[in-house]
């Protein structure tokens, strides 16, 4: 399984993100064209094309401003351009259903797909429903599930979990989006998943990460009134979940369910 470290800036600047990340030689980098092409850049010459993901960033650009379809369409082109220019080959649509609806997204999608003469990663939320899951796995060959991270609830796991073995059983890849649960990962037999958790819980949490029996074990530092060292512990982090990156790459999955 591969676990791509979403290139988040939390707890560091930009500079220090990218000193960090080339210091601890990540196998796998997820960026976001939001945070800018010189980033995503700096992302492809650490670990290459075949092990860089590009999320559209989309839903971003849109958060909390009035974003127009005519200020979508010229992001989309910039997005197509960037993938053409640097031959990006892994890249998600434009993940916005719950603002512009599906019709919007699947034409944004052909777009990009025939100006770049390659295959969008289609992400795929609750409110397609099934059926629209088994034609993605008709139509593509490595697909994504989103709304892991805020919209699924616990007893949802299992529902999501056959979702992912009927993919994997026809010899799809599918990628869950922000879905590192350390303790359940290996029971999904992802292709794929990201995480910016080595940032984030940081700035959030002030919590200290380490590799340990083949897993994150996520601890609280009491800082006893001093001041942390956000970018020593960003840096820590960073390194322990390189380490789990690299234990998770050798780590294969059974396949059970066959049916939804």
Known sequence: ????????????????????????????????????????CEAINIVGNQNFLLDSGAFSYMNGKHITKRDMDKYVKKYISFINQYDVKYFFEMDVDSIFGLEAVEQWRKQIETQTSKKCIPVWHKQRGVEYWKS?????????????????????????RKLVEYAALRGI???GLGFT??????????????????????????????FQNGTIVSK?????????????????????????????????????QKKI
């Open 1 to 40: 399984m591969r676990i791509f470290l979403a290139s988040t800036y939390g707890g560091m600047t930009k500079t220090k993100k990218i000193e960090v990340i080339k210091k601890y030689t990540p196998k796998y980098l997820l960026e976001s064209f939001y945070n800018g092409e010189k980033f995503c």
């Open 136 to 160: 993605m796995c008709r139509e593509y060959d490595y697909i994504a599930i989103g709304g892991l991270v805020l919209g699924a609830k616990k007893q949802e796991y299992p529902f999501y």
């Open 173 to 175: 890849k599918v990628h």
């Open 181 to 210: 649960k350390t303790k359940l990962l290996k029971e999904y037999p992802f292709y794929s998943v990201d995480s910016s958790t080595w940032s984030i819980g940081v700035v959030r949490g002030k919590q200290k990460h380490t």
């Open 220 to 256: 609280e530092i009491d800082t006893k009134g001093k001041k942390l060292d956000m970018y020593k512990l960003c840096a820590y982090n960073f390194s322990q979940w390189v380490l789990y990156q690299r234990y998770m790459d050798e780590v294969k999955i059974c396949v059970k």
